[in-house]
DNA sequence: TAGATTGTTAATCGATTAACAATC
DNA sequence: TAGATTGTTAATCGATTAACAATC
């Protein structure tokens, strides 16, 4: 029941795209980058970048900026990605083979150890050179398994009896696509993708959008 | 180059939550709501889901809740979903199929009018009803339909491209799924999704997880 | 009336932004 | 030295939280 806040939400959420400009400018031979650079390619000022570098405890050099390759591993050590860490995914339709085929994760240390649908259909078969196990073989599998999280892919209407499940078999972290808020223990992460939230956002800057031009008319650069 | 930027996004993002519960509930027969219900159920604190529904303009009644229905409509049109709103989709992959059967988008208004991919393997297959159509097509059918905005689930590397491409077709807004920052001339709306950031999210949360464990032993509850 | 809930106003907290000295 | 950038400190802004009167 105690809701524990974790500070620097925003500058988390940036974190992982800093990361994928920077291996790509690292890769293309940038040894320095700035602050400057960074900001221009996101949109943001160039201070939320310093910020957010800073947050990793990497410094930078003055008037020069950072090492590309320090700040990579800085990053990869503020958000636990410098370690291996395990997930077993349950459903495997498309959001979930979309998930198996994000190469990224990899890059990040997640390795994705096992899949499991309920869909006859589907079990045996392979995703991404995954096989789908039975999700009656679930329960011991993650026993024997102690995958660090799971993540759920499956229709909203059995998210909770999946989770419990999955709590029962010792999982104590969740990344939750289905359109439901888990019900769960004290103790248990929970991270929920709600994927209409960024249509809502969306929804909210064309609306802001059309008002705006209206405003115009009147010299209004902002509306709401 | 103007960082415009809106306000109550938090909010924003967790209308789309609130209105899936509530269609729930109403579904159950339940003609009020109170925000205790609706916190309890998002884990929230009930004055964020009060200062949100208010938001939306609608007064509740004073120890008695919000009248379900209404409050549905309230949300709806401070989203701009009580307007049908039409996309088109780049990218048949397992995302873009993802998207496509994602039902909850027709009650937000959301329609798909057209899909497009290079892959001449999946161009003229149908996915949930929709025909793949060459993307070689895609400039002039955008032209011709006019859709309020694209949805992108290309590989990042042809991203920009392909949004280049639809902006000058007459695109003025965009869901980007592909891992770049698209670069884009005044005016244009886009909504970047990071899957990565709810991953670092989730990793953060494990990692303070981790250390409140330690900390629990000198009776600390919190950690950094 | 008692209990539950809304709505409003003020207080707090945290993230963003500004300013500027220090450094390469 | 001049230009660019970092790092730090303070100011601002906006979201969350607290307190409580008003209402059903």
Chains 1, 2 share one sequence.
């Not at 503020?78 to 860490?85: A, T, V």
């Not at 026993?143 to 999280?149: E, I």
């Not at 999946?162 to 972290?173: C, I, M, N, Q, T």
Request: aromatic letters at 8%; proline letters at 4%; a neutral charge.
């Amino acid at each position: 029941m105690d809701r524990i806040k974790l500070p620097n939400t925003p500058s988390i959420r940036r974190m992982p795209t800093y990361l994928h400009k920077l291996i790509k400018l690292r890769d293309e031979g940038e040894v320095f980058v700035s602050t400057t650079l960074v900001a221009e390619y996101m949109n943001l000022d160039p201070i939320i970048v310093r910020k957010d570098f800073a947050l990793t405890g990497l410094p930078g050099m003055p008037g020069v900026g950072y090492k590309t390759g320090e700040l990579i591993n800085a990053i990869r050590h503020f958000l636990g990605w410098d370690r291996e860490c395990s997930a077993c995914l349950v459903g495997g339709g498309s959001l979930g083979s979309a998930l198996l085929g994000y190469e990224e994760f990899t890059d990040y240390g997640m390795r994705i150890v096992a899949l499991f649908d309920s869909d006859p259909d589907k079990i045996g078969r392979f995703v991404h050179g995954h096989e789908i196990f039975d999700v009656r073989r679930m329960k011991k599998m993650v026993r024997l398994l102690k995958p660090d999280f799971a993540i759920l892919c499956v229709p909203s209407s059995c998210a909770q009896m999946v989770a419990d499940e999955l709590v029962a078999s010792g999982v104590k972290a969740f990344w939750n696509f289905a359109n439901v808020c888990l019900q769960m223990p004290d103790g248990i992460v929970v991270q929920r993708e709600v994927i209409a939230g960024g249509f809502a956002l969306l929804s909210a800057k064309m609306l802001k959008g059309k008002g705006a031009a209206k405003g115009a008319l009147n010299g209004v650069a902002d509306c709401d």
